[in-house]
């Protein structure tokens, strides 16, 4: 009896095309969404802690359902904080994974050289912690923009920190310490601008590198220079140098600075002297909201965090939102196609509730900023942890604060 080889060879041809297609059926019934972040290094709170709140929002919504019928599945990537290590992921999740859209970017830098390879793809991009100014306006000059942002933008934090140290505390002889990456100079410009808006001139201005550990020179300028406070553009473990360099010299004045002094790296290599810095914050690890009760209680039983504490609350709580306003996108364009996707974004019809706020119409085609100067409050280091710096930001913080427009503090970039 002869085996019909030709016949089992037919029948493994037809398996294997009909396992084929139902791999690229499975492959396509996910939306792929990328996440881009530094995971390692110095800035790894702020990318990790994104990461986590990211992970903590694609659950939730895979749980209920997926969005349009289909799974949400993240495309995570570490890059490292270096700007060429960013422009290498963008090409990769655009060309090999075939991402609908992206979020993270935690570098300004990173943001500003990587972001432009989404611009020509047409592919929408989430910012959900760098701050920098110029990030939604880098593509001013074209027809369409893909970037947007749901983070505090730094014309809405300079301005925040010089009314704190110059008007509600009266200091007027300020320092501005300030790192030399894309986000410590553009912040130190926007500074720099805020003081002059007071009539105030920073009494000395000075900047260090990344991994710098000895900031004793430019301390010491600025004491000599007689500075009753200094003002910050950095991140956390250079941050803590600036503290841990006061303590060595024996001379202690108030830091306030933008957002990043709430970095669990700075926190920690600081110690005692870290204690009572203020910065902006779009959220405080406090559960001043059932959402955010929820979210806090959800993100510490998921990660378990040393001490309970989330390494960077901003970080997670921006990321968690960014997913839930790309997938109210995606729902209402009924489409992963970029542009669909795009479209949608700029005209929200149903509000999202978020950890940071309640998003009710968070972008137009004019304006991709979801974050208006109403909805930061002052945080402070206390106890090893982030607070409120004041009451009121805490009764602040327990509203439902959505855009406003017209919020002083709204950004204007000239060309």
């Known amino acids: 009896m002869k085996f019909p080889f030709a016949k089992l060879a037919s029948q493994l041809a037809l398996s294997a095309a009909v396992l084929s297609l139902s791999g690229l059926a499975l492959a396509a019934d996910t939306i792929k969404i990328g996440v881009s972040g530094p995971f390692t290094g110095g800035s790894s709170s702020m990318g990790v802690s994104m990461r986590d709140g990211v992970k903590l929002a694609v659950e939730e919504i895979n749980k209920a359902g997926g969005v349009i ?8 990537r570490d890059d490292e904080a270096k700007n060429e290590r960013g422009v290498q992921i963008a090409q990769e999740l655009i060309n090999k994974e075939k991402v609908a859209a992206t979020v993270g970017f935690i570098n300004t830098g990173v943001a500003l050289a990587s972001q432009r390879f989404y611009q020509e793809a047409k592919i929408p991009v989430m910012n959900n912690v760098a701050t920098g100014s110029l990030i939604t306006h880098q593509f001013d000059d074209q027809p369409e923009n893909y970037i947007f942002r749901n983070a505090a933008h730094d014309s809405i934090q300079a301005p925040m920190i010089v009314e704190e140290a110059v008007t509600r505390r009266g200091y007027k002889k300020v320092a501005i310490l300030s790192d030399s990456t894309n986000y410590g100079q553009l912040g130190r410009s926007d500074l720099e601008k805020a003081l002059e808006q007071k009539g105030v001139k920073a009494v000395a201005v000075e900047k260090f590198n990344i991994k710098d550990v000895d900031m004793t020179a430019q301390l010491l300028k600025a004491k000599e220079a007689g500075a009753e406070a200094i003002l910050t553009y950095a991140i956390g473990p250079e941050l803590a140098q600036i503290a841990n360099g006061m303590t060595k010299l024996g001379w202690k004045v108030p830091m306030v600075g933008s957002w990043t002094l709430s970095m669990a790296n700075f926190i920690d290599n600081a110690g005692p002297g870290g204690e009572g810095a203020r910065m902006p914050q779009t959220f405080v690890q406090e559960p001043t909201t059932p959402k955010r009760q929820s979210f806090i209680i959800n993100y510490l039983k998921t ?30 364009a009924n489409s992963t196609d970029g542009p669909k996707i795009k479209a949608a974004l700029e005209d929200l019809k149903t509000p999202v509730e978020g950890v940071v706020t309640t998003y009710t119409k968070p972008f137009t085609a004019k304006d991709h900023e979801a974050i208006t100067a109403n909805i930061p409050v002052f945080g402070e280091v206390k106890g090893g942890k982030v ?10 913080a327990s509203e439902v604060r959505m855009k406003d427009a017209n919020a002083k503090g709204a950004l204007v970039i000239k060309k």
């Open 69 to 76: 019928g289909r799974q949400l599945q993240i495309v995570e």
């Open 303 to 332: 990660f378990n965090p040393k001490n309970a504490r989330i390494d960077s609350p901003v970080s997670a709580a921006q990321g968690y939102d960014s997913i839930y306003l790309l997938a109210a996108a995606i729902k209402q």
């Open 387 to 396: 607070v409120y710096a004041y009451p009121a930001d805490q009764k602040k």
